[in-house]
């Protein structure tokens, strides 16, 4: 098969695809049962496209206040109320 042959058949192909036309389907007036089933098809799907699986993001996190003070206490640095109270600033 040479280049020139695939090539003149991609345009055939090509030029037939735009001569032809879209048929549209007739629109049909949802009743409201339709309607609200097919909203909850949305949430539904919409729903399954955010859940992320965070397990990789798990250890990341600081935690609670209590773990985060319990760690810092057991290495010896300041506990986490002192270290917030050293950031914040009097107004």
Known sequence: MSSDSYA???ESVLK???EREIETPP???PTGREELLRAA???AVFSMAT???ERSQQGRTLGPAW???HRR???GTTNVLENRRKR???R
């Open 41 to 43: 098809a949305l949430v």
């Open 27 to 29: 629109q049909e007036v």
């Open 8 to 10: 003149k058949s991609l």
């Open 51 to 53: 859940v992320v699986d």
């Open 16 to 18: 037939t695809a735009r």
């Open 67 to 69: 773990s985060q003070d």
């Open 73 to 75: 206490t057991r290495m």
């Open 88 to 90: 914040s600033t009097w």
